[in-house]
């Protein structure tokens, strides 16, 4: 485990488990919260099965949150290499899980990514931990997709960046209109994503095509 400080201000805690996080801190605040979130519906927080609640709630909020203490630059780290390639570079189906922002409740799905490279790559697994970095706080699936598209667009110089996300929203499952069976379906695209429509026809196509693998 380490530690930096993030670039809300907030300490970044470098963990594998969600368990690992310290309580210390506004880690023990939040406990207290929890603690009095607990008593606000009707639960008494020192009943056995809720002993070890707050702790839990303060430490999986962390891990859950975790992409405020980190930026896209810091998980590409040195991971980009000059390469004379120019047709388009994709990694489809990312798992992604966060959190609407309006109820905090989860919402998760996947998430296609491409880009056109302008002399240099990334490395693959790196496309992956961008979407993390921006899943991994409250958020909107609108600004989420608009989020991986500038980190890549400001980092890699490409010539296009296109990025989809399919997801399902447990605000509308669990809440509200209660349906059970609604995606949602968002796309964010740049240069020549944008601009050419052969280009955005191919990556449509592409995210929407079925998994063969």
Sequence with gaps: MSRSEGPTGRMAVRVTDPDDYPVEGDLADYEAL??????????????????????RVSKAMMWLTRGYGQTAADVIGDALFE?????????????MYSMCEHH?????????????????IVGLSKIPRVVEVFARRLQVQERLGEQIADALEEVLRPKGVGVVI??????MMMRGVEKQNSRTITSSLRGLFRDDSKTRSEFLRLAQAPTSI
């Design 166 to 171: 399919e997801a399902v929203h447990l605000c």
């Design 104 to 120: 905090m409740l989860p919402f998760f799905g996947k998430v296609h990514v491409a880009y056109i490279p302008n002399g240099r």
């Design 34 to 55: 929890v603690r009095r979130q607990l008593e606000m519906v009707g639960e008494d927080p020192e009943r056995n099965g809720l002993l070890k609640t707050p702790s």
């Design 83 to 95: 390469e004379n390639h120019e047709n388009m570079v994709m990694v489809r189906d990312i798992e």
